[in-house]
């Protein structure tokens, strides 16, 4: 499986963006997705993770209620839409197939991340 994260970029405190995980190969919709953030100088952290149906989901306390995760088996994409944004949510930002855990070493694939960046 190989993963292309995308839909990062700049916005304002209590802006949006959603960010997008498109995969390629066969395996993929075999997978639990999640998705994880490293801000510089800190230790890669867990923000969401979603089963391969799609039916269930769990989310870090420090983003629920603000960031949804899903997915599209036919597209073989999963999203993250983030919503009233705060500057601690800057980092680069991580999708990853594997098992839906939190802990990074679970997930056997990774993406090349994409930059989120909120002004305050």
């Known amino acids: 499986v190989q993963l292309q994260a995308s839909g990062g970029g700049l916005v304002q405190t209590g802006g949006s963006l959603r960010l997008s995980c498109a995969a390629s190969g066969r395996t993929f919709s075999r997978n639990d997705v999640g998705w994880f953030r490293q801000a510089p100088g800190k230790e890669r952290e867990f923000v969401a993770t979603i089963s391969l149906s799609g039916r269930n989901s769990y989310y870090a306390d420090s983003v629920k209620g603000r960031f949804t995760i899903s997915r599209d088996n036919a597209k073989n994409t999963v999203y993250l839409q983030m919503n009233s944004l705060k500057p601690e949510d800057t980092a680069v930002y991580y999708c990853?197939?594997?098992?839906?855990?939190?802990?990074?070493?679970?997930?056997?694939?990774w993406g090349q991340g994409t930059q989120v960046t909120v002004s305050s």
């Open positions: 990853a197939a594997g098992a839906m855990t939190t802990t990074p070493k679970s997930y056997d694939y």
